[in-house]
C-alpha cells in the first residue's frame, strides 16, 4: 500500500501565512539568525528578484492565500491518491479544526466524484502530533508505515506547482531510492518520501531556515540513506513570493490552481 499525506495549518488569520503579512520583522523573526545560503535558496532569490514589488497583504488577505493554497493542495493530493492507488491522509492542526477539515475533505471528495472519477480513494483524517516538524513527521510517517504501508510521501500546502505527476515521481523514486525529496528555491523541500519508517531523518534538522534540504541529505547520508531528488518548486512563504504566484499563474492555463487564484483576485491582485 501507498500512503500520501498532505499536512495542513487551518487557514486562520494571525496564524497562517503571517510572514506574507509581516514583512521583514516577521521574517526575522521567524526564520531566526542568518546563515549561508544555499544553491537552491539563491536561486530562489533570483526567482524572486525576477518579481519585485508585491506589497504585503494583511493578516485576513494572508489567511484567504492560506487557504486557496490548502484547497488546491487538497484537490491535488485526491487526484494524486487515485492516479496512485494510494491512502490519502489529511494531517491537520490544531486539532480543535477537526470539524471544518473534515468538511473540506468531503468537499474534495465530492468535487472529484462530480468531475467524473471512478477510482475510489481511502482517505483518513488525523491530528499531527504537537512541537514542531520533527515530532510531527515523525509521527505522521510512522502511522503511515504501522498501517501497513508500503512507502510514503509527504506534502504540504506551501507548493502551488505540486502535480499529480510530482507525486507519481516521488512513489517511483522510493522503489529504487530510501528518501525523496522535491527541492525548493528557498533551501527546504516541499515534499519528502520514505520507503520505510525512519525517523531519525526527521531529527535536529533546522526547520524554517535556508538549510533545511541541506541538513536533510546530510542526515540521509550519515544513515546511508540513498536519495533521490524531484524538480525544483517556489514555495509561497515571503510578501515577495506573490509576485511570483501572480506571474506563474498568468502562464498557467486558468484551471490550474484555481483556489489560490480566485482568492489573489478578490484581493484585487
Keep these: 500500500m501507498r500512503t500520501l499525506v498532505l499536512m495542513a495549518k487551518a487557514p486562520r488569520p494571525g496564524s497562517a501565512k503571517t510572514r506574507l503579512a509581516g514583512g521583514a520583522v516577521a ?3 521567524e526564520r531566526g539568525s542568518a546563515s549561508s ?5 539563491t536561486r530562489g532569490s533570483a526567482l524572486r528578484a525576477a518579481h519585485p514589488g508585491s506589497p504585503d497583504v494583511d493578516l485576513a488577505g ?3 492565500i492560506a487557504e486557496g493554497l490548502f484547497r488546491d493542495a487538497l484537490a491535488t493530493c485526491v487526484a494524486a491518491a487515485a492516479a496512485n492507488e494510494a491512502e490519502l491522509v489529511l494531517a491537520f492542526t490544531p486539532a480543535s479544526e477537526r470539524a471544518w477539515f473534515a468538511e473540506e475533505l468531503a468537499r474534495a471528495e465530492a468535487a472529484r466524484d462530480g468531475a467524473g472519477s471512478q477510482r475510489a480513494v481511502a482517505l483518513r483524517l488525523v491530528a499531527q502530533a504537537d512541537g514542531d516538524l520533527t515530532p510531527r513527521l515523525q509521527a505522521v510517517t510512522a502511522d ?6 508500503r512507502s510514503v510521501v509527504v506534502v504540504g500546502t506551501d507548493a502551488p506547482e505540486l502535480s499529480t505527476a510530482d507525486v507519481e515521481r516521488a512513489f517511483e523514486l522510493l522503489a529504487t531510492r530510501d528518501v525523496a525529496l522535491g527541492r525548493s528555491a528557498d533551501g527546504g523541500y516541499w515534499l519528502v518520501g520514505l520507503a520505510r519508517d525512519e525517523p531519525r531523518v526527521f531529527a535536529g534538522i533546522p526547520w524554517s531556515t535556508e538549510r533545511v534540504r541541506a541538513a536533510t541529505l546530510a542526515r540521509a547520508a550519515e544513515l546511508g540513506l540513498a536519495v533521490g531528488e524531484l524538480d525544483l518548486h ?3 512563504d515571503e510578501p515577495e513570493d506573490l509576485a511570483w504566484l501572480a506571474r506563474w499563474l498568468a502562464e498557467e492555463p486558468v484551471t490550474r490552481a484555481a483556489h489560490v487564484r480566485a482568492a489573489l483576485a478578490q484581493l484585487g491582485r
Design 27 to 29: 521574517r526575522n523573526s
Design 37 to 41: 545560503p544555499s544553491a537552491d535558496s
Design 62 to 64: 494572508a489567511a484567504r
Design 144 to 149: 503511515a508505515f504501522a498501517r501497513g504501508a
Design 234 to 236: 517556489v514555495d509561497v
